[in-house]
T-cell receptor
Framework: DGGITQSPKYLFRKEGQNVTLSCEQNLNHDAMYWYRQDPGQGLRLIYY???????QKGDIAEGYSVSREKKESFPLTVTSAQKNPTAFYLCASSIHDDRNNYGYTFGSGTRLTVV | KNQVEQSPQSLIILEGKNCTLQCNYTVSPFSNLRWYKQDTGRGPVSLTI?????NTKSNGRYTATLDADTKQSSLHITASQLSDSASYIC??????????FGTGTRLLVSP
């Protein structure tokens, strides 16, 4: 089945640690995105990538980093510089950078908790 | 400011009843409006997508309407089922390629 796989589903991080969230897709989509979801707020864009080896900052990129070495993979690193990392993280993909249209698919999410 | 406001924040209905969720937006310019269903702890799943020229779009028991003049949309759920319990998110697309998300309406369908 085609889709987006995020792992792990739950992740716990100690203060000062970096953690990496995985996102893999087999939809042959060009563009991939990372969103953060907090209670009572709409999804906010962290980073996005339109093609391999290229990515752009979203609205809340501070304290996060990404890479896009393969078309299928877009891992997100939450660094110790992120002041409030506890949240639900969603990865998405689409054909081209086509946020205007169909073919926009979300993963199942990773819940990150700082302990 | 480009915003998407949804109401109500939460809603409880009895199984089998109908309900309507509201979405008002101030996003401009506008490309399309989407409704997503998000189960707890899961990613959003697309229900409908409408461009400014479309007034209504159905997907099974889900029917979305759009009034681009008043910048309002609604999602009507017919004959609700327990599996409809979820958050419903309204998303407006603004060129160039920017999505603005609402905060969602949390629906609980009670037996």
């Amino acid at each position: 089945d085609g889709g987006i796989t995020q792992s792990p589903k739950y992740l716990f991080r100690k203060e000062g640690q970096n953690v990496t969230l995985s996102c893999e897709q087999n939809l042959n989509h060009d563009a991939m995105y990372w969103y953060r979801q907090d209670p009572g707020q709409g999804l906010r864009l962290i980073y996005y990538s339109q093609i391999v080896n290229d990515f752009q900052k979203g609205d809340i990129a501070e304290g996060y980093s990404v890479s896009r070495e393969k078309k299928e993979s877009f891992p997100l690193t939450v660094t110790s510089a992120q002041k409030n990392p506890t949240a639900f993280y969603l990865c998405a993909s689409s054909i081209h950078d086509d946020r205007n249209n169909y073919g926009y698919t979300f993963g199942s999410g990773t819940r990150l908790t700082v302990v | 400011k480009n915003q998407v406001e949804q109401s109500p924040q939460s809603l409880i209905i009895l199984e089998g009843k109908n309900c309507t969720l509201q979405c008002n937006y101030t996003v401009s310019p506008f490309s399309n409006l989407r409704w997503y269903k998000q189960d707890t702890g899961r990613g959003p799943v697309s229900l409908t997508i409408m461009t400014f020229s479309e007034n209504t779009k159905s997907n099974g028991r889900y029917t979305a309407t759009l009034d681009a003049d008043t910048k309002q949309s609604s999602l009507h759920i017919t004959a609700s089922q327990l599996s409809d319990s979820a958050s419903y998110i309204c998303v407006v697309s603004r060129p160039p390629q920017k999505l603005v998300f609402g905060t969602g309406t949390r629906l609980l369908v009670s037996p």
